[in-house]
């Protein structure tokens, strides 16, 4: 079955007529993710490649039935865009937007606290059900549908560790793309709980980095909750400390949030750690041959 | 982005919260237009790095010639490197009480918390004595304020005082997107008023483009980066400076970090971390290169992409470029992914040789390094 997202997903996309939300659009749509509608406000009434644009999400929400919105509009008026889609009543979200500031962000996640809606990200590749659906911006072709669940931080680390596995003819149930902000939505636990409950997941990667203490709780939520196994990798041994690494979230601040001490969290849950990217998939490996 | 104490201490006053009534000289000699009866001054060095009070960037002068070798000499001080080009001079106070406050955004509490400690002047990690109110959803009110103040001990016409200034405060924090205003110490004059003596201020540096009165300021705040960071941010490229000598240029941060954590694994040592992000094209992956090679350190370029929106041969163009203009610059390329067939044909041509295994390209670039 997956998780969050699957064949029956009806989607919009916020911005669809910009730049990165055309792009995407074409892309999520040829992978096969049944997308319903568009929305940019002031181009209602147009066309996109067969799809209808509305002026706002209430107008596409009363025209089709939809259950995920994806979110690719500029950064200052990506919470509009949010605080439209949780106030439509849309469950699921996927901000893919990079660059929203801090102060919207906390405007965005008490939002959607309130209302009860799952916000992917933001600043995030979304989330990919191999051969059922893609939301987001992760190119698709570089995984393959089977039962390993992956969360993370990054982008393309998270299409490096896809590639890998597929290469190694191992597939994935759900990727999910989490996003590099300090602030997100679907966090490394919410995923956990998902994945965990999922009958079609075997296996969880969890794919961390510096900064925060996000992993530091998963791991405690791994020691009671999670009876899969877990295979876990942190980015960012090399990052001295007081620099952002890109991510606004990948700092560490004072002697908090360094790789060293999330690595020494996992493995105190019982989560094997894999040095670099490619151990993931040999550690993938050894586990799948315990369990045959 | 953040703020000298000078400009923080104006959006203080923008909102009503007092501050000495100060000025900023940028040559010693400016300190002979003090009227000499004002003194005795207060001479605060203006960096954007901690540690200036212990470090001699404060100094009190008695009169003019006394400022003027004290302003002198703080011109000449380096704190953590950075050179100042102003001085903040301001009338000396008598302070009573010293407090802390400050407000930013927590990770663990998802929102801003107001922060207070009744134990202001120190640096405040070391008090003991801090106390934290969250605000969630950023829905502040008085109210919050007074449970601060509280907190801290304060009672009667100082709670009352004291949270007004922190309504005050919270108005600078979100009317310019700050990560951070702080304000230490927050004194207590002779006369029962609150003064901000310090401040300061940080604005989210993805939130300036919607602050037009700090448009055209981020050159002048990034005083305490290294060379090559200063210019990345000066180009929109986002780089950190190491001390290895292996330049590494990728895409997307999560891909960039694995990539330098591995040149350490394999025994090597990262130069810098450097992100040339989603869909970059060729004359931005050049402006990498150059940046990147900009290093006297930087031995070989380890080049590391896996294009998703990023297209393979428009980074391996920007390659073919720079190998014509510095064919003696040892490279190692790995490309994988979205037009990874027409960038080979594009780096055969150019006689750049690629993989498409990271592994083998860390090894490599370790082993030439050495």
């Avoid at chain 2, 605000?135 to 907190?151: D, I, M, N, T």
């Avoid at chain 2, 990874?340 to 860390?362: C, R």
């Amino acid at each position: 079955m997956s998780v969050l997202i699957n064949k029956d997903t009806k989607v919009i996309v916020q911005g669809i007529t910009g730049g990165m939300g055309s792009t995407h659009a074409r892309l999520m749509r040829e992978y096969g993710t049944n997308i319903v509608a568009g929305v940019t406000p002031g181009k209602g009434g147009q066309d996109f490649d067969g799809i209808p644009v509305y002026d706002s999400v209430y107008e596409a929400c009363a025209k089709h039935e939809v259950n995920c919105s994806v979110i690719f509009v500029p950064p200052y008026f990506a919470l509009d865009a949010a605080l439209e889609a949780i106030n439509a009543g849309i469950p699921l979200i996927s901000v893919i937007t990079e660059g929203l500031p801090p102060q919207d962000a906390v405007k965005l996640h008490a939002a959607a606290a309130e209302k009860g809606t799952l916000v992917n990200g933001p600043n995030c590749p979304g989330i990919i059900t191999p051969g059922e659906c893609l939301i987001g911006i992760h190119p698709g072709s570089i995984y393959k549908p089977g039962r390993v669940g992956l969360i993370s931080r990054s982008g393309t680390l998270t299409y490096e560790i896809g590639l890998g596995l597929k290469q190694a003819d191992i597939g994935i149930s759900t990727a999910l793309g989490i996003g590099g902000d300090p602030i997100i939505g679907i966090d490394q636990i919410k995923s956990l709980e998902l994945l965990e409950a999922d009958p079609d997941t075997d296996l969880i990667i969890l794919v961390g980095e510096i900064g925060g203490t996000a992993e530091e709780e998963a791991a405690e939520y791994i020691k009671t909750n999670v009876k899969k196994p877990v295979i876990g990798y942190i980015a960012g041994v090399t990052a001295p400390p007081g620099k952002r690494m890109g991510h606004a979230g990948a700092i560490i601040s004072g002697n908090k949030g360094t790789a060293q001490s999330k690595r020494e969290a996992f493995e105190a849950a019982g989560v094997k750690v894999a040095d670099t990217p490619y151990q993931i998939i040999d550690l993938v490996k050894d586990q799948m041959a315990v369990k045959a | 982005m953040r703020q000298f104490e000078y400009e923080a201490k104006a959006l203080f006053r923008k909102e009503g919260i007092p501050t000495p009534q100060g000025f900023v000289i940028s040559c010693a000699e400016e300190v002979f237009s003090i009227p000499a009866k004002t003194f005795p001054k207060t001479l605060k060095t203006q960096v954007l790095s901690g540690g200036r009070g212990k470090a001699g960037g404060i100094q009190f002068a008695n009169d003019q010639e006394d400022a003027y070798q004290k302003a002198q000499d703080i011109f000449k001080l380096p704190i953590k490197g950075e050179l100042p080009t102003k001085i903040l001079v301001e009338p000396k106070v008598t302070i009573k009480k010293e407090l802390y406050v400050s407000i930013l955004i927590d990770r663990a509490y998802r929102g801003p918390i107001l922060m207070g400690s009744a134990e202001g002047g120190v640096e405040i990690e070391e008090s003991g004595s801090i106390e934290i109110v969250p605000v969630p959803g950023a829905r502040y009110s008085s109210f919050h304020a007074r449970e601060l103040g509280a907190k801290m001990g304060l009672q009667g016409k100082e709670l009352i005082k004291f949270a007004g200034l922190v309504d005050k405060l919270w108005t600078v924090w979100t009317k310019n997107d700050c990560d951070l205003a702080e304000i230490n110490p927050l004194i207590i004059d002779g006369d029962d008023n609150f003064i901000a003596l310090d401040g300061k201020v940080t604005i989210n540096e993805d939130a300036v483009g919607r602050q037009p009165q700090f448009a055209g300021q981020l050159a002048a705040h990034l005083s305490d980066l290294g060379e090559r960071e200063f210019k990345g941010k000066m180009c929109g490229l986002n780089i950190v400076e190491l001390e290895g000598n292996i330049g590494i240029l990728c895409n997307g941060a999560g891909l960039t970090m694995a990539t330098m954590d591995l040149v350490l694994h394999k025994g090597g040592k990262p130069s810098n971390f450097l992100d040339v992000g989603g869909g970059a094209n060729k004359d931005h992956v050049k402006r990498a290169l150059d940046l990147v090679s900009s290093s006297s350190d930087v031995k070989v370029l380890l080049v590391n992409i896996l294009g998703g929106i990023t297209a393979c041969d428009e980074v391996a163009a920007a390659l073919a470029y720079y190998k014509e203009i510095r064919p003696e610059a040892k490279m190692v390329v790995r490309l994988v992914g979205n037009n990874e067939e027409k960038a080979k044909e594009i780096m055969d041509k150019a006689g750049i040789p690629m993989t498409n295994i990271l592994e083998t390209a860390v090894e490599e670039a370790v082993s030439l390094a050495k």
